[in-house]
């Protein structure tokens, strides 16, 4: 007895659980809807437009049976026409009336689906704007996030959230809420109308809702995690194929082809399944759904057929009554449809979201300072200083260690040591690509987190190892480094980077496209090409990461040449591994596994026999 009580009490533990659930997921997707929705809110007037437009069109889609309902009770049959009707077709005669009736029914049609087009018109209009303005946020906020943000997500998934699941927000919009509004309207006028013909068949047609409603809420929340799972196995496809493109070279050269298509080929099956269960629960859905429209449907005709046997209801109202079954059925279907409809979009929108609500690492701090647009030129700007450094991709595994050092206003550094050392780690926290753990790093004493970011950032020229190429023109992907530059300004640039020779060999010059990757440039023309942009940028910090590793012998003494002249005044910091590019440089910064080991002017570090510079001096000329 007490077990079966304390069974009891479990099970209805487990139904208030399972409700508060189904409540709890209610209004996280009410409260996803609702902020989905602010991306259509700028267009507001276009919206009440387009309600406008759409209760008229119901209005229109109300009368459409009355027409029929006329003839077969009143020219065919023996009843007589309405008053309003009656008096005006009062001495025409009849096939006349049978026109104008007919008349009428073309009338209503076109009026209808005159009004139904200009709706959908405006109604698409304004989903496209909105579709619009998430792609921009989404993007606005993607080059705004982390790198350790973007380098700890898949590229290709991240492309299919801000391409396919951003049409999650228009779909909600259309079909999501305007089908809601047109449903619930038509179904609200044409029960009222229906009630006013005959209450009993109206009751019959009105119980099909609350079924309609719990069926929605038993499965909506299945069909969301469905969803939600379907949309993540179609981003893993989409970053397979991105991923698989992007290193395709490497993929021949291995002869991996195989291999990776049937990877691929197994992702591709896991999305199969992931989307034909989320279907399943749909079909399964909207079967129910179907049964419960069958059980009104013949309900009503039963009954109606029996209320004109007993000549409570005249043909024409059964007819009209059908006719209005028939149409009842459509806003039904659309709102039983929604509930599939909003798991779905929903689950886009919620990926959408996730990318949103992801913070931003490196921000402006509330009271960041704003460093002036220009400093003339006797002003020694560019101090640098480390102050017990410490840094790590993974917080736990660090790979700067208590670094400590000074720069002075327009000193130059080289920062060597053996691969993986921390070198390029060290640098990208000049431009604020991460911030320390521990520690400060202070430009001109003030710490570069209080400075505005985007100032720090013009403030510093950036060299990178893997050099990189925009989307654009030559002439863009050098000019970029300093907004406003002048055609002439570029190509001194060019020039300076001893990149001028291949740039007059191509065909458009300075406009030749360089696309996606730089495909068309060799490794040396790109690094050429990103060193032009550190002697276009004229900033005051300089910072190259290996500017000439990929350059032959005569076009690194050239560029060499050209950096001794443009690091003159500018506080430069600049890695290498050929003892050659240390010519004329103030100090040696010597790293090992993420400590400063040997800091010093090189002549001093010579006098350590032991030292890393000592030894790869003696290697260098040795070679
Ligand atoms: N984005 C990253 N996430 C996690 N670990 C990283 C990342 N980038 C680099 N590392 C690790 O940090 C360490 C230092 O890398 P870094 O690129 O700073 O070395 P480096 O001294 O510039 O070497 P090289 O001379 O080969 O360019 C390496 O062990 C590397 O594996
Ligand atoms: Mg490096």
Redesign the pocket.
Known sequence: MRTAQRGDKRQSDVWRLAAAATSDTLRAGMKNLWRALQFFRADLPLVAAATGLLVLSVGAGVLKPWPLALIVDSILGAKPLPNWLGARLDGVSQPAQLAILAGAVLAVHFGQGALAAAHNYLLIRVGLRGLARVRQTVFHWLLRLSMRYH?SSNLGDLMYRATWDTYAFQTLFQQGLFTFITATLSLVLMLTVMARLNVTLTYMAAAALPLLVVSMRIFSAKMKTKGVEAHKADGQVASLIHEGIAALPLIHTCAREETEESRFNERVEEARASRLSQHGWEILYLAVIALVFGVAASGIIWLGARQVQEGQLSVGGLLVFVAYLGQLHEPLSQLSHIGVILSDASAGTCRVFEVLDTPEEVKDAPDARALPDSHSPGDRVGALSFERVSFG??PEQP?LRELTFELAAGESAAVI?P????????LQLLPRFYDPQEGVVRLDGVDLRQIRLRDLRLRVAYVM?EPMLLPGTIAENIGCARPGATMEEIMNAATASYADGFIDALPRRYETMVGEGAARLSVGERQRLNLARAFLKNAPILVLDEPTSALDAESEAAVLAGLEKLKRGRTTLL?T?RVGSLHGLDRILV?DKGRLVEDGRPQDLLTDAAGYYTRLTRVNRRA
């Open positions: 380098q991709y993974q790979i040591g691969s993986g050392a921390g070198k390029t780690t060290l190892q890695v591994h790293l």
